[in-house]
């Protein structure tokens, strides 16, 4: 999923002043910046985040997914189990960076786990339900992994993430037209993260749309 690992869901980021220079803002900042690719950056606001609170969670779940798109797999999973451990095991969010450590290890079982005791503690986190639908359909279980995807739109359907996790759950089952009004509704709301396009182009393809399908794929890859 190249830079595009969101932990911090869009509400908090929405809700938050864009001059808040506490722990908490700047967290919310790196996470917006994560989100936009933008990895150099956003490490740089969670260190000055940890200067002001040693012990903040999130910033060592954000920290867990640098490290993740970076492929240095052993740091993800140390600061992904940190975050947990700060936390007193009480985050969503560090469970949910866990998962992604856990399966750039291969471990989709306990990525699962993972995400289904971040559930137990955030059950209204859309993002949260995108990613188990992601796991699912890693593991199989494509009928579930649907309808993990559905709920996350349900939930909240202004993230482009639920709405591209939907589109490829879709795929998988061969629903062609609905992946792809579900890409399309992604890209409006995040033009920058190519799985979209990626998913867009394999769905035109499907429909023997063979040109537009390849623009697509092209997009996708200028944009990662």
């Known amino acids: 999923w190249a830079l595009h690992y969101p932990v911090i869901s869009n509400d908090r980021w929405n809700n938050a002043s864009k001059n808040d220079q506490s722990a908490a803002g700047l967290i919310l900042e790196a996470g917006h910046l994560l989100t936009a690719g933008q990895a150099d950056e956003a490490h740089a606001i969670i260190k000055q985040a940890l200067e002001l609170e040693p012990g903040n969670s999130d910033a060592y779940a954000l920290l867990s997914i640098i490290a993740v798109t970076q492929n240095d797999k052993d740091q993800a999973l140390e600061l992904a189990?940190?975050?947990?451990?700060?936390?007193?095991?009480?985050?969503?969010?560090?469970?949910?960076?866990?998962?992604?450590?856990?399966?750039?290890?291969?471990?989709?079982?306990?990525?699962?786990?993972?995400?289904?005791?971040?559930?137990?503690?955030?059950?209204?986190?859309?993002?949260?339900?995108?990613?188990?639908?992601?796991?699912?359909?890693?593991a199989g279980d494509l009928d579930r992994a649907l309808d993990a995807a559905q709920h996350a739109v349900t939930i909240n359907s202004a993230v482009a993430k639920t709405h591209t996790v939907l589109g490829f759950a879709h795929l998988l089952q061969i629903n062609t037209q609905f992946a792809r009004t579900s890409f399309i509704q992604a890209i409006a709301f995040d033009q920058t993260d190519p799985m979209p396009r990626l998913g867009l182009g394999i769905a035109l393809i499907r429909q023997g749309e063979l040109e537009a399908g390849r623009v697509e794929l092209e997009i996708a890859a200028s944009l990662d």
């Open 81 to 138: 189990t940190q975050a947990v451990a700060v936390s007193m095991q009480r985050s969503g969010t560090a469970y949910l960076a866990l998962s992604y450590a856990q399966q750039a290890h291969f471990d989709i079982d306990a990525a699962l786990e993972s995400v289904q005791k971040a559930l137990t503690l955030d059950a209204e986190n859309a993002l949260i339900w995108a990613r188990l639908a992601e796991l699912r359909m890693s």
